[in-house]
Structures are given as structure tokens and as C-alpha cells.
């Protein structure tokens, strides 16, 4: 199975400040990486998949870069409503593994 | 608009099977795939499982041994069967469908239904 290695577990940052979070899959994932954002109680939200491909409205504050093995989830001048958890998945194959979350709060 | 919404006990004795239900809308289950995802509380999120639009299925190994998953194509369901429940199998299930035709992520999301192991 792909372990999927996602850092920091929790991070805290400010309004208007960027942060990155960065995901470490275990072997090549060819770019089939897929980042999601959760509320609490809510689904996970789909943000970005293919590793660069933003999902149909999702604020261009959000970007994705990364290839073989190592991932990064860029959000620029965070906003009230982006405090959440996020979660990377492999992509490539089964079983779909996930990172074990980064949890973003309001410092 | 494609909806799914799971369906099925809240609570389950320990040694006892789990049974759910996905009724999912607005797409057919002969095009896309749909899967479970579990995350316990306040935890992370697990694939457990899916169901292809062919109709095979693919099982994370850690559960294969206890899982399976079906479907009614006719009822639009989507069906969970998991066996010799314990404690730790407490979580929020979710049922998801993929992007698109033979994509391997995740776009539209059931609410969840919780799932309590306890006698």
C-alpha cells in the first residue's frame, strides 16, 4: 500500500497570512495526488486533484504543486472561512490512501 | 444534482454486522463508482471499499476479510455489509462517488452516518 506522510498535523496561522502544508507519498504517485478540506461536521470538500487542478469554484487562493513523491497544498491570504482540516489521498491506486490531516486553526 | 445519503443503524453490539445503505440520485451507478470512506471521531479518513460501474469491487485489505459491498442498480443503492464489529470500528461512514469515468478521487460526498460499536 502507498502511505501518504502529510505535515504538519496542525498548524496556526492568521487572517491574510499564507500557509503550505506538504504531503510525502512512499513511492511515485505520477502527480495523482488529490488534497480535500473538511469543517467540522461537515464531508470533505473536494479542492484539488491531479496535484495543480483546482476543482470548479474553489477561490484561486488555493494551489497545488508537487510531483513524484512529494506534494504541497499552497493557501494564500487565508480567510475566515479556510480554518479546517485538510487531507491529501493517492490517487493512483488502491487502496486510496490518505494523509493523517493537517488541522488549520486561527492563531 | 447528483446526492448520496447513507442509511442504517446507529448503533451496533460488538461481534454483530454492520449494514448500510447509499442511495444515491442524479447520476447512474453503471457510469461511476462509488465508495465508503470511514473517519472515527476525530480522526482521519479510511477507504474501505467501492464499487465500479462495471460492477467489480476493490476492498483495503486491512477490512477485506470482514467487507462487502453490492448494489441495486435498480434501487439506485449501494450497499455495506461489514462483519465482526469491534470498538474501534466506531465512526462516521461515508459514501462518495468519484469525479468522473475511471477517475480515482473524490467529488460528491454523502452527509455521513454514525456509527457507534457498543453494547
Known amino acids: 500500500d502507498i502511505q501518504m506522510t502529510q505535515s504538519p498535523t496542525s498548524l496556526a496561522a492568521s487572517v491574510g497570512e499564507s500557509v503550505t502544508i506538504t504531503c510525502l507519498a512512499s513511492?511515485?504517485?505520477?502527480?495523482?495526488l488529490v488534497w480535500y478540506q473538511q469543517k467540522p461536521g461537515k464531508s470533505p470538500q473536494l479542492l484539488i486533484y491531479?496535484?495543480?487542478i483546482l476543482e470548479d469554484g474553489i477561490p484561486s487562493r488555493f494551489s497545488g504543486s508537487g510531483s513524484d513523491t512529494q506534494y504541497s497544498l499552497k493557501i494564500n491570504s487565508l480567510q475566515p472561512e479556510d480554518f479546517a482540516s485538510y487531507y491529501c489521498?493517492?490517487?493512483?491506486?488502491?487502496?486510496?490512501?490518505f494523509g493523517a490531516g493537517t488541522k488549520l486553526e486561527l492563531k | 444534482q447528483v446526492q448520496l445519503k447513507e442509511s442504517g443503524p446507529g448503533l451496533v453490539q460488538p461481534s454483530q454486522t454492520l449494514s448500510l445503505t447509499c442511495t444515491v440520485s442524479?447520476?447512474?451507478?453503471?457510469?461511476?463508482?462509488v465508495h465508503w470512506v470511514r473517519q472515527p471521531p476525530g480522526k482521519g479518513l479510511e477507504w474501505m471499499g467501492g464499487?465500479?460501474?462495471?460492477?467489480?469491487?476493490d476492498y483495503n485489505s486491512a477490512l477485506k476479510s470482514r467487507l462487502s459491498i453490492s448494489r441495486d442498480t435498480s434501487k439506485s443503492q449501494v450497499f455495506l455489509k461489514m462483519n465482526s464489529l469491534q470498538t474501534d470500528d466506531t465512526a462516521i461512514y461515508f459514501c462518495?462517488?468519484?469525479?468522473?469515468?475511471?477517475?480515482?478521487?473524490?467529488?460528491?460526498w454523502g452527509q455521513g452516518t454514525l456509527v457507534t460499536v457498543s453494547s
Open positions: 462518495t462517488r468519484d469525479y468522473g469515468y475511471k477517475t480515482n478521487w473524490f467529488a460528491y
Open positions: 442524479g447520476f447512474s451507478l453503471t457510469s461511476n463508482s
Open positions: 464499487i465500479w460501474g462495471d460492477g467489480s469491487t
Open positions: 513511492e511515485d504517485i505520477y502527480g495523482s
Open positions: 491531479g496535484a495543480t
Open positions: 489521498q493517492n490517487g493512483l491506486s488502491t487502496p486510496y490512501t
